[in-house]
Each structure stands twice: as structure tokens, then as C-alpha cells.
């Protein structure tokens, strides 16, 4: 009212001096009105409206430098007062800080990965113009399958969508004239490969079309941690020659820094340099498919647009090659954004990490608002104090705000370093899961995130502490000792807050258990080898020395022959793949998969010709992998590359495609009938892609009458890692340019096949523990808070003659009663969430009964057990004193 | 000596703030009339507004240099809206060293030679 008669004037200085601080305002906010006034009156009588101009200057720049002034001082004052605060209460400080890193920490480390890998864009200029080229056989359940050289030349003519289309493959090569021959890896790409992906080299330059142009003398870039490793960072690295594959190459350039997809590789050549690549069979046939393609999708065009352009070039090479692209097969072509090519493996497991993380977060503030809420009981007087000797009430908000932020800020930056510490370790496991884990970093952003995240923290906890400041805090001054009746609403509010905690954790519980339970099942698998004391490693040849099948016979079985001769081997095979090698297991069955027909059975209009796995194995291979043989006989020494063309099956393939009949000597062909191989017998399954899968119909092939060899597979008597070295030098002794690298237990290899589950399973364990340990202490804590509130109406009943036992059920029985209510919204949460995971359990139902009932009993009886000690205390308390005490 | 130090933490002073004490030296006086002496007394070439007045008024009292006084002027002159300031003996020292301060700088300046002509010999 008093307001609307102000002269405008006064009322615009009003305005201005609410940026000054509140308590400030009140001080002399008056006073200031009336000197002001007064300047004004005199402004004006002695120079009219300039001198009132001035005025308004010098106020307003007064007013504006004061301000900041006086509110930093308050914000100093509050947070000395806030470090003594926290000082004296040590114990709920370090609790308060501790609970909140692990929150926030659990969160950065997550969120640094799914920045990194899911929402951060490609580190490659306009990465979402980048496509992944598939080829499918969609009737055959093949879904991602290389192409061949006149595949990629049709696609690279026919698309208008494309800017570019690149292939690669990657390969072992043995380079030498640096020291000791090196085995290096190397991606074999079109010359064009890194102006698509927008990679400057480094140093010198990348490769120029020429430099692809057949019998163009060889070149090479080195990728920058091979540079650095092994050369020192020299910087005169350009221009020097190395001999790889007969053939002396030529350095030409470095490249930077960056994440290598779809591989890491020490070096790169042009297709032209590569012996497999440039052979004129590989050349030629549409059917020799061992590349991959990649894309950059021309401005303005969508993924969908790439995808018709796609399906068109597909349905045209079905109908020009008919032969190739036989209607039965479901021949499809596609691109998919290069970005969720790279990551949508690792996305179920990201997200579900995430969501757990989030929990632990959402569990700790809950812990902290509580904790907060414990505290604020026993500092009623001490603020109501405040509030009587003149604290406003906004003062004492902004006191309260203050606290809680500054324990987010020291729960932040210890969580922060948590995740710093725990960075590897979760780079180690994501590694697993795709190739982008090396962009995982904490950054600009992650900070960002963890400061919203403790900032947000601070909020929550911070306004609950000083919405329940609100009541009438003059009442706690004339109350006796705790407050009684603001101390119940409290009770009410803490005791949703347990609630809350308990159906959080048993979410996560469940979650952990799904996985664990998942996990030991995996464990359990037979996998249809004998694992034990098996030794396998990559032995690669310079395979360029032995060009004909027999050369190859030769020094394979000198080799085998060597190996066998050395004391404690018990048996010794080639191959060329193992059970739950890495390598096998990330491309899976689809990348060793080969369509055949069967002699004698036509394929009806429509069907889809049989499909297979395939590996080409030396005949003691069954013996020392402990493969038993079910029907016919194994692969023998017999089976040369002259020999008639045998194989050997699994059961899978026995009863999949001989399902009423006995396979041995029925013939098959992978090449429309120009050779034929026949089933010589029958051997048990092997879950050799991994535990979870289910074996695939498998054709073993002699080795003889195959590929070379890539892996060399030892059983030996003893701890078969003590016989590593004195095999290495086995097969050096045979061929000193072989490179033995990869060497693994079989049953190292079988447990890394499950290292994906295992640390997911880990992790959620460890989050799950974390909310257990909290909403237990939580608990806890509550319950022996009531109980001291209630010293004397308990004291009271026992007078009355309340037996101690009853006294302890009642105790007890509350605290149950929290604790079953927060199971009970947690089963119904965890119903609603657990199909999210299901992807990733393997033979546990996600509602699985066992699990929901042991982490239901887990959580109960870790409640009665954090209840006990009060409920004890409660009922040994003497009334007389308990009476006496008020 | 503690106290010496405690003196010492304030210097130099700010010119508002000393231009405040001084305006306190002679009596106690209300915000306005403050802010009128240091006018007064500076020909106009300090003016302090309303904010920065009472930012140095509020900093003085909360470090004990001033203090509000609990004498009131006769009642007809009275605004009960005005409060009036008083200078502290502490306030006072701290006057006293800041003048000393200056005035050693003063001499200094002399000494040098850095004034043509001693027009305060």
C-alpha cells in the first residue's frame, strides 16, 4: 500500500538495493531510503535534471560495487562456519563425504565411458557422414559378411550415395631390417582410406592413388604408438625401407595419434602390396570374400537414402550373377552409421551400468538427506538460538545450503578421484565391448557432469534439510530435550526416506544376482573339450616361402614332429582357430561359416542350401583338445593334400543334416560340385564361440587339404605355461622366421571368453553391495535415533510392566516392517526393470524366483540385523533412569 | 603489541573509509550528514552514494572502529529512522595510524625533493 504513493524514483532505488544481501537490506535499507531521498532534493535544487543524472550514476555504481562485496563476505562467513560445523561433527562429515563419492564417483566413471563411446561423435571430421558396408545372406542367417575384390569394384561404380568407399582387411606380416624380424600387424586399405576418414598423417604423407596402381612399388605408414615404441619417434623415419613379404617397402608417413578402427595395426599398405589381396584369384573371384567397406555418405544424404542406394546394387548383382547370388541365400546389402557399428555391443551393458550408478546415487542421497535430517534433530536449539539472537530465516536457509553443498563439493572431488583411480580398470573391461574404449577420458564435460552431479546432489539433500528448518523453531527453545513433535514428522519423512533406500538396493541386488547366477551357470557349461594343461599359440609362418601344398606339408609336419619330440608334450596339433580364441569369438560363427551342398539331395525352389562352420585341423587336434570321437574315425596322417578330400563333423551338423540317416560317407561341396569331401566321422560338440553359444553344425577339414595353419595347440603333461618357452624355441628351431605370439592357456582362454559378464556381473556387484551396506547403516541409524527419542515413553511401558522380549519385538518389528515395505516396492520395480537385461543373462529367467527370494531374505535379515542392536538397547532400558533422565 | 598489530591489519585505509572516521572524529553524526562533512571538507571531489556509504559504514561497525550511539538529539531533530554513528577508541587509532602513515609518506616525498616548491614548509 505504502509502496503505490512512492514517487517513481524511490521505488526504482528500492529495486536497486534488492541486489544487496537480505540481512544487509534489513540493517539499512531504511537508512540508505532516507540519505538517498535527501541527495535527490539536494541534486535537484542545485543542478536540475543533469545533477540528478549524476546521482543515479553514483548510486547505481555504489550499490553495484557494494553488493558483490557484501555478499562474499556472508558466503565466507557461512563457509567458515560450515568447516566448523563439519569440524565438530566428524563423524557424520566423514560419513556425509564418503557416501556421496561413492555416488558421485560410481557416476563419473560410467558417465566418462558412455560420453566416450556412445554420445561423443567419431574424433574423425563429419564422422556421421561414415557408413559400415554389410553384405547379408539373410536366408542363411549370415549377417555380416565380407566382400570379395569385384563385389567392391561394383559397389564403388554403381552407389550415388558415396563420396567415397574404402575397403580393408588386416593381416600378420614379418618385417625386417630393424633389428629382430618384428611381426607386425598391418591393415591392408585403399589408398584413399584415410582422406575418407579425414586422418592428416603426422608426418610425411598418406597414400596417394598411385600408390595402389598393381606392381606400384610398395609403401607404408606407421601408425604413431608403433612409431613410438619401437622407433623412438624418429623423426627421419620417412624415406627408410624395411623388407616385408620378399619386397622392400618404403616408409612414406606417421599417422597421428587417433583411435584405429575397426582394428588397431602397427602399420598400413595398399591393397596392391598385399600378397593374399593382389593375387590374381583373389582378384577375380566374386566368391573369395575377405574384405570389409566402409563409406562417407555425400552431404545432405540420410542413412536410409545409402540403404535403398544399397539394396538396388544388391538386387543387381543378384540378377547379373545369378550363379553367385542364388535367390535361396537371401542375398542383402546395407550401410549402418559407422558410430553404432562401433558401439552397439557395448550399449546394453553402458546403459545398464548407467542406471545402476544412478541408483547408488539416488541410495546415497537418500542416506545423506538422512543423515542430514539425524543431525538437524540435535541442532534444533542450536538454530532456533540463531533465529532468536536475529539470524533471518533466509540467512539460516542460505546456512544450510551452503553445508550441504560444500560436503557435495568434497564428495565430488573425492569421487572424482575415484573414478580417476578406477579409469584403467574400466577402459580394461569396455575394451572388451568395442574399440572406442580408448577415447575414454575425463574431460571438460565428465567434469561438468560431476559437478551438476554434486551441485545437483547438494540441492536435494540441502532444500530437505531446510524445508524441515521451516517449522516453528521458536517451539524446540521452550521444548524439553529432542523436540518431540517436530522430531516425529521427521521420523515420518526419514523413515519414507529408508523405504526408499531398501527398494532401490533390492533393485540393484536383484540385478547382481541375475548376473551372478547368469555367470556361475556360464560356468558350468561343458564346453566339450578338456581344457586343462592345453597350451595354444599363433604361430605364423612367412608363409610366402612355402607357395606349394606340399612345401606346406613338409614344414608342418617337421614342426609337429619337432614339438612332439620336446620332453613332456603329450600331443601336439595345428589348426586354424581354437576353442574360445579371442579372435574367434569376437567375429563369431558367421565369420568361419561356409555354405555346402549334400550329394544326392536337391534343393527344393525357395530353400536355403545347408550352412556350416568350418576349421581345418591336423588329425591330432580331436586327441589334444579331448574331443571324443561319437561315430566313424578321426582325421588320420593319410588325409594328404592328394588324398580324396575328408571331413569330419560335429553332432550338431550330424543331426541337423542327417538327422535319420548316418552321415559317414556322405559326400558334400562348398564349390557347386567341382570338389567333393567325404564324412568320415562324427565327433561331440565344442562351445567354441563361447560359452553361451549353442554349438553351430561344424565340418572339420584336414588340414592337409586346406588352409595353412594359423595356431599351433599343445598338451602337455605338465603346468603347460612352464613348456611356453622350450615350444617357441621348438618351432624357431624348425623355421627362425616364425612369429609365435598369442600364447594362452586354453583355460586362460576360456575364462577371458567370459571376462564381458564377469566384470558387468562385478560391477553391478560391487554397486549393489555398496547400496546394501548404506541402506543397512541407514537402518540402522534411524531405529536407534527412535529409540533414543522414545527413551521415556519406552521407560513408561516397561514401568507398566511391558516385558523387555515384547519391547524388543516392537523395535524389531518396526524396523522389519520399513524394510518389508521397501522390498515390496522394490519387487514390484524390479519386475518392471529387469527386462531390460535380459539380453544379457544367459539361462536365468529375469524374474528367476531363486534370486528375487534370496536377495528378499538378504535384505530382511540385513535389516533385523541392523535393527537388533537398538531394539536390544531399547529393551534393557531402566525406567527409573529413563524417567529420571527428563 | 598485539594491539599495534591489530592497528596495522587495517592500513592503509580506504579513502572512504577514512574520510568517514575523520567526518566521526569531532562527534557523532547520521549517514547524511557523514556523507555532507566528506563533501564538505573534500570541495565535493568525494562523494560517496548511498551504497558505498553504507557498505564502509556496515564494514567499520562489524570491525569495531564505529559504533552506533545510543544518544539521541532532542527530540524536534529527531528522525527515529536515522541511527547515529560514534567513533570508537579503536576507530580512533586506527585514524591516528593511517594519518601518521601518510604523513610519513609524506616526509619521504620531501625528503626526494619531489614538491618544486615547499608550499607546506
Known amino acids: 500500500m505504502e509502496n503505490q504513493k512512492l514517487p517513481f524514483s524511490q521505488k526504482l532505488f528500492r529495486a536497486l538495493v534488492r541486489v544487496l544481501p537480505f540481512d544487509f537490506r534489513t540493517n539499512y535499507g ?396 574400466i577402459t580394461d573391461f569396455v575394451g572388451r565391448l568395442t574399440p572406442r574404449a580408448r577415447e575414454i577420458h575425463i574431460d571438460s564435460q565428465v567434469l561438468l557432469f560431476t559437478l551438476i552431479a554434486a551441485v545437483g546432489t547438494s540441492i536435494v539433500f540441502g532444500t530437505l534439510s531446510a524445508l524441515l528448518s521451516r517449522t516453528n523453531l521458536s517451539s524446540s527453545l521452550k521444548d524439553g530435550s529432542s523436540g518431540a513433535g517436530l522430531g516425529r514428522r521427521h521420523n515420518r519423512l526419514r523413515s519414507a526416506l529408508i523405504v526408499c533406500q531398501i527398494a532401490f538396493s533390492f533393485m540393484l541386488l536383484i540385478g547382481a544376482g541375475l548376473m551372478v547366477r547368469s555367470l556361475i551357470k556360464l560356468q558350468q557349461v561343458d564346453a566339450g573339450i578338456v581344457p586343462q594343461r592345453v597350451l595354444a599359440m599363433r604361430t605364423d609362418f612367412n608363409w610366402a616361402k612355402y607357395t606349394a601344398p606340399e612345401a606346406t606339408e613338409v614344414v608342418v609336419q617337421k614342426l609337429l614332429d619337432r614339438v612332439k619330440s620336446e620332453p613332456g608334450v603329450l600331443s601336439a596339433a595345428v589348426s586354424s582357430r581354437y576353442p574360445f580364441e579371442p579372435e574367434t569369438i569376437t567375429g563369431g560363427p558367421e565369420s568361419v561359416s561356409f555354405s555346402f551342398q549334400i550329394e544326392g539331395r536337391a534343393l527344393e525352389p525357395g530353400q536355403s542350401p545347408p550352412v556350416s562352420t568350418f576349421a581345418s585341423v591336423s588329425p591330432d587336434y580331436f586327441t589334444t583338445l579331448g574331443i571324443p570321437l561319437k561315430a566313424g574315425r578321426l582325421l588320420a596322417d593319410t588325409d594328404k593334400s592328394k588324398a580324396p578330400g575328408v571331413a569330419v563333423i560335429n553332432e550338431s551338423a550330424s543331426r541337423k543334416y542327417w538327422p535319420n540317416e548316418d552321415p559317414i560317407g556322405k559326400r558334400v561341396s562348398a564349390d557347386g560340385g567341382q570338389h567333393w569331401v567325404s564324412v568320415v566321422g562324427v565327433v561331440g560338440d565344442v562351445r567354441e564361440f563361447g560359452l553361451d553359444h549353442t554349438p553351430p553344425p561344424e565340418f572339420y577339414g584336414a588340414q592337409a587339404q586346406n588352409a595353412q595353419p594359423a595356431t599351433l595347440i599343445v598338451r602337455t603333461a605338465a603346468e603347460p605355461r612352464s613348456m611356453a618357452r622350450a615350444i617357441t624355441t621348438a618351432v624357431h628351431d624348425v623355421d627362425s622366421q616364425t612369429a609365435v605370439t598369442h600364447i594362452l592357456t586354453l583355460e586362460q582362454a576360456r575364462y577371458e571368453s567370459m571376462a564381458s559378464p564377469r566384470v558387468t556381473a562385478s560391477l553391478l556387484a560391487t554397486f549393489a553391495g555398496l547400496a546394501l551396506i548404506i541402506a543397512t547403516a541407514g537402518i540402522g541409524g534411524i531405529m536407534a535415533l527412535m529409540v533414543s527419542q522414545r527413551v521415556r515413553e519406552i521407560g513408561i511401558r516397561i514401568a507398566l510392566g511391558a516385558r523387555p522380549a515384547s519391547i524388543l519385538r516392537m523395535v524389531l518389528g518396526q524396523g522389519m516392517l520399513l524394510a518389508a515395505l521397501g522390498v515390496g516396492i522394490g519387487v514390484a520395480g524390479a519386475f518392471v526393470l529387469t527386462g531390460l537385461v535380459k539380453s544379457l543373462l544367459f539361462e536365468v529367467p529375469p524374474t528367476d524366483i531363486l534370486t528375487f527370494s534370496a536377495v528378499g531374505a538378504t535384505l530382511l535379515f540385513a535389516a533385523a540385523l541392523a535393527s537388533y542392536l537398538p531394539a536390544k538397547r531399547a529393551s534393557a532400558i531402566d525406567p527409573t533412569e529413563a524417567l529420571r533422565a527428563d | 603489541m598485539p594491539k599495534k598489530r591489530e592497528t596495522e591489519s587495517f592500513l592503509p585505509l580506504t579513502p572512504a573509509m577514512f574520510h568517514i572516521l575523520l567526518a566521526l572524529a569531532d562527534g557523532e553524526k547520521h549517514g547524511y550528514a557523514i556523507l555532507k562533512e566528506v563533501a564538505r571538507r573534500t570541495d565535493d571531489k568525494v562523494r560517496l552514494s548511498a551504497g558505498t556509504l553504507y557498505g564502509n559504514l556496515a564494514r567499520l561497525e562489524s570491525s569495531g572502529l564505529i559504533a552506533e550511539s545510543n544518544r539521541r538529539p532532542e527530540v524536534v531533530l529527531d528522525d527515529e529512522r536515522r541511527r547515529y554513528y560514534l567513533l570508537t577508541e579503536f576507530g580512533r587509532e586506527v585514524a591516528v595510524a593511517e594519518a601518521e602513515r601518510m604523513e610519513e609518506a609524506l616526509g619521504q616525498a620531501r625528503a626526494k625533493h619531489l614538491f618544486r616548491k615547499p608550499k607546506l614548509a
Not at chain 1, 558483490?68 to 558466503?75: A, N
Not at chain 1, 569440524?87 to 560410467?110: E, Q, S
Request: hydrophobic share 45%.
Open chain 1, 30 to 425: 531504511g537508512e540508505m531510503e532516507g540519505v538517498f531521498r535527501e541527495q535527490q532534493r539536494e541534486a535537484e535544487e542545485r543542478g536540475g535534471l543533469l545533477g540528478a543524472l549524476k546521482l543515479w550514476k553514483e548510486t547505481i555504481v555504489g550499490i553495484f560495487t557494494t553488493a558483490p562485496r557484501e555478499h562474499c563476505q556472508i558466503l565466507t562467513g557461512d563457509c567458515s562456519y560450515a568447516f566448523r560445523m563439519m569440524r565438530k561433527n566428524l563423524w557424520f562429515t566423514a560419513v556425509a563425504i564418503l557416501t556421496l563419492a561413492l555416488g558421485i564417483g560410481a557416476n563419473t566413471a560410467i558417465f566418462s565411458v558412455v560420453h566416450a563411446v556412445l554420445l561423443r561423435p567419431l574424433p574423425y571430421p563429419q564422422g556421421q557422414q561414415l557408413v559400415f558396408i554389410r553384405q547379408q545372406e539373410k536366408k542363411l542367417g549370415i549377417d555380416d559378411m565380407q566382400f570379395s575384390v569385384p563385389e567392391i569394384m561394383d559397389y564403388r561404380a554403381q552407389n550415388r550415395t558415396l563420396s567415397g568407399l574404402v575397403e580393408y582387411h588386416d593381416m600378420s606380416f614379418t618385417l625386417f631390417g630393424h633389428g629382430d624380424p618384428d611381426r607386425v600387424r598391418t591393415g591392408v586399405v585403399s589408398a584413399n582410406y584415410f582422406d575418407l576418414f579425414g586422418v592428416n598423417p603426422l608426418l610425411g604423407r598418406t597414400f596417394l592413388p598411385d600408390d595402389e596402381k598393381p606392381g606400384a612399388s610398395p609403401v607404408l605408414l606407421l601408425s604413431y604408438e608403433y612409431w613410438k615404441n619401437n622407433f623412438g619417434s624418429d623423426p627421419a623415419i620417412v624415406g627408410k625401407t624395411f623388407e616385408m613379404n620378399d619386397m622392400v617397402h618404403t616408409v612414406v608417413g606417421v599417422l597421428p595419434p587417433v583411435p584405429q578402427y575397426p582394428n588397431e595395426n602397427d602399420v598400413y599398405m595398399t591393397t596392391s602390396a598385399c600378397p593374399f589381396r593382389s593375387n590374381k584369384m583373389h582378384v577375380e573371384s566374386r566368391d573369395m570374400r575377405m574384405m570389409e567397406v566402409f563409406g562417407r555418405m555425400k552431404p545432405g544424404v540420410t542413412v536410409a537414402q545409402a540403404n535403398a542406394d544399397f539394396s538396388t546394387i544388391a538386387a543387381g548383382l543378384k540378377s547379373a550373377y545369378p550363379k553367385f547370388y542364388p535367390d535361396e541365400i537371401g542375398f542383402a546389402s546395407s550401410a549402418s552409421p559407422l558410430q553404432e557399428e562401433l558401439t552397439h555391443t557395448a550399449r546394453p551393458t553402458l546403459l545398464l551400468l548407467l542406471g545402476a550408478a544412478a541408483f547408488v546415487l539416488l541410495i546415497a542421497c537418500a542416506n545423506v538427506a538422512n543423515l542430514t535430517l539425524a543431525r538437524m534433530a540435535r541442532r534444533e536449539r542450536e538454530l532456533a538460538v540463531r533465529t532468536a539472537l536475529g539470524a533471518g530465516r533466509s540467512r539460516l536457509l542460505r546456512q544450510l545450503l551452503t553445508e550441504s553443498f560444500l560436503l557435495a563439493c568434497a564428495g565430488g572431488i573425492l569421487g572424482l578421484l575415484l573414478a580417476y583411480g578406477s579409469l584403467e580398470l
